[in-house]
T-cell receptor
């Protein structure tokens, strides 16, 4: 099992560009999550998906959209990137033991 | 917000010593979880304690939970260099949404 995979690992964008962060899990988990982590801070929830076909806003959803493509994949889209979206983005899925399994992160810089 | 707040912000200890960090939260919870993050990596789940439990052990980790005080503590015994990391608590309500504080950064000196 690869667990939770995220692509790309690193990305640099210019202000106004768009991009999609990809996340996939092979553990047959129902719920998936997107977080962002800024320097010296904890993770903040952007969006989550309790099951295939459903998505809900978290703490900081503005400027982002998500798609739960199927049970395995949950993507995060920035339509018009802003410098304030420079961050490390983590995807996670909810295990049967009620804990979250995290991916390695995507480091995004918006110039 | 339901986020946990960890204290202290940073902790430096000698290898072999114990490390204790605390977490406070504001509302009622289903469970509370502790995670570790090594520099530049994703979070790794350490231990979960349910609201009806008071203490839990896992290897060198001991977690306590006091729901009346809305607080938890994580003790790492006999610390090793590999324990150098940031530690986060995450109080969890029934909706399974985790919310993290800024964490405690632990440095274990050889």
């Amino acid at each position: 099992n690869a667990g939770v995979t995220q692509t790309p690992k690193f990305q640099v964008l210019k202000t106004g560009q768009s991009m999609t962060l990809q996340c996939a899990q092979d553990m047959n988990h129902n719920s998936m999550y997107w977080y962002r982590q800024d320097p010296g801070m904890g993770l903040r929830l952007i969006y989550y998906s309790a099951s295939e076909g459903t998505t809900d806003k978290g703490e900081v959803p503005n400027g982002y959209n998500v798609s739960r493509l199927n049970k395995r994949e949950f993507s995060l889209r920035l339509e018009s990137a802003a410098p304030s979206q420079t961050s490390v983005y983590f995807c996670a899925s909810l295990t049967g033991a009620d804990t979250q399994y995290f991916g390695p992160g995507t480091r995004l810089t918006v110039l | 917000s339901q986020q946990g707040e960890e204290d202290p912000q940073a902790l430096s200890i000698q290898e072999g010593e114990n490390a204790t960090m605390n977490c406070s939260y504001k509302t009622s919870i289903n469970n509370l979880q502790w995670y570790r993050q090594n520099s530049g990596r994703g979070l790794v789940h350490l231990i979960l304690i349910r609201s009806n439990e008071r203490e839990k052990h896992s290897g060198r980790l001991r977690v306590t939970l006091d729901t009346s005080k809305k607080s938890s503590s994580l003790l790492i015994t006999a610390s090793r260099a590999a324990d150098t990391a940031s530690y986060f608590c995450a109080p969890v309500r029934n909706d399974y949404k985790l919310s993290f504080g800024a964490g405690t950064t632990v440095t274990v000196r050889a």
